[in-house]
């Protein structure tokens, strides 16, 4: 199995702040890496899928970065509604795996 | 929109059966592949497995002898069955639509369900 290794695994950030999550798989997975936003009682909720591609609908400040084992999610200009854990998950091959998650506060 | 709802009893005996069923709205479950994703307690989530549109399925080996997946076409639903569960089973079950498009997304998810293994 692909061992997804996801950090930190929370992070305290201001309203206005730059933040990054990264995401490292123990093989290459070329470009086969989604972010999810999830809230409390809910879903995940698709960000970003291959790597790089912003899903329709998501605000332009989430951004994702990265190809092979190291990936980042960065999110330019955090904005209240974007507390929230996060997740990465690889769909390079089955088993498929996710991150620890990423929970973000406010500081 | 797509939306996808679980549903199914919140509470399941030891060595039985644990049943689910996800009932998807806004896309026609026979033109999509469907995955069950489930978050124990303190744990990572994990993918239990698929059903491709083509009616073939994929699972995690871990879970392979006990997980079955299947599609009801006619009320637009798919459903997972777990058997001989135990307390390790107990967790919040997703259903999902996917893996699809290039990148073999997970792009529309319910909102889940709790099911607690216990006598």
């Known amino acids: 199995d692909i061992q997804m290794t996801q950090s930190p695994s929370s992070l305290s950030a201001s309203v206005g702040d730059r933040v990054t999550i990264t995401c490292r798989a123990s093989?290459?997975?070329?470009?086969?890496l989604n972010w999810y936003q999830q809230k409390p009682g809910k879903g995940p909720q698709l960000l970003i899928y291959g790597a790089s591609s912003l899903q329709s609908g998501v605000p332009s400040r989430f951004s994702g970065s990265g190809s092979g084992t190291d990936f980042t999610l960065t999110i330019s200009s955090l904005q209240p509604e974007d507390f929230a854990t996060y997740y990465c998950l690889q769909t390079y091959s089955t088993p498929y795996t996710f991150g620890q998650g990423t929970k973000l506060e406010i500081k | 929109q797509v939306q996808l709802q679980e549903s199914g009893p919140g509470l399941v005996k030891p060595s039985e059966t644990l049943s689910l069923t996800c009932t998807v709205s806004g896309a026609s479950i026979s033109s999509y592949s469907w995955t069950w994703i489930r978050q124990a307690p303190g744990k990572k989530l994990e993918w239990i497995g698929y059903?491709?549109?083509?009616?073939?399925?994929y699972y995690n080996p871990s879970l392979q002898s006990r997980v079955t997946v299947s599609v009801d076409t006619s009320k637009n639903q798919f459903s997972l069955k777990l058997s001989s569960v135990t307390a390790a089973d107990t967790a919040v079950y997703y259903c999902a639509r996917g893996p699809g498009g290039s990148h073999f997304t997970l792009d529309y998810w319910g909102q889940g369900t709790l099911v607690t293994v216990s006598s």
């Open positions: 093989q290459s997975i070329s470009s086969y």
């Open positions: 059903i491709y549109y083509s009616g073939s399925t």
